[in-house]
């Protein structure tokens, strides 16, 4: 990912002296550094629920990334009215199984689709000035949380937090938090595949 290797080791040193456990102290964050850093595609199944308003939305869809800023995702209930959303950069269009036109997506839009993509969460960490990780079991069975402060004025937007196998190192769960400190969105990760060969037909 092109931001994140703009970004020098520091911050993850930093989080390191917060983080808790009993594993083999720096290398397992510079395994999910050096893991991250490189990421330039990825496809992933998830389980999102959303919260607003004391109710639960809850819906499955297939993720597409590419970089930089590359995004695609598939939702499809099963029974007909599915939707496909695709963001490059700063322009979006969501096409619907109705047969009608694209709707074209505005930055707010854009914005809170970016929250449910896993790149979205390494961009707040790396440049986030408040970071921490915690640590659980050891490097073979155990999992790494790493929480930022988005910077976000979104009263739903304000921390996030990732859940890694510490041992794959693949994401778990992800989950952003409101000013209430009150889940706003959690993604679960049913399957996820690192650096795919993916074609750019996809994000047209």
């Given amino acids: 990912m092109q931001k994140i290797k703009k970004i020098i080791l520091v911050p993850m ?20 550094y050096n893991t991250y850093s490189k990421m330039e595609s990825y496809k992933a199944s998830v389980a ?15 993720q597409y990334y590419k970089c930089p800023n590359k995004q695609r995702s598939e ?12 963001i490059n950069g700063k322009e979006g269009k969501l096409f619907s199984d109705y047969g009608t036109d694209p709707v074209i997506l505005d930055a707010i839009d854009i914005d809170e689709k970016d929250y449910l993509m896993l790149e979205t ?18 490097d073979n069975n155990g999992t790494l949380t790493l929480r930022a402060e988005t910077g976000n004025s979104h009263p739903y937007r304000k921390r996030i937090e990732l859940v890694i196998d510490s041992k794959s190192l693949k ?6 938090f409101g000013y209430d400190n009150k889940p706003a969105l959690c993604i679960q990760y049913l399957s996820f595949e690192l650096n795919p060969t993916l074609e750019d037909s996809i994000f047209k």
């Fill in 171 to 176: 994401p778990k769960k992800m989950t952003v």
């Fill in 75 to 86: 939702y499809s209930p099963g029974n007909g009215g599915g939707s496909i959303t695709i």
């Fill in 121 to 138: 969460f390494f961009e707040i960490y790396y440049s986030s000035e408040e970071t921490s990780i915690k640590t659980s079991g050891s």
């Fill in 13 to 32: 040193i930093i989080s390191l002296l917060a983080g808790c456990g009993i594993m083999k102290g720096y290398n397992v964050y510079e395994r999910v």
């Fill in 48 to 62: 999102v629920t959303s919260y607003s308003n004391n109710s639960e939305n809850k819906y499955t869809l297939t």
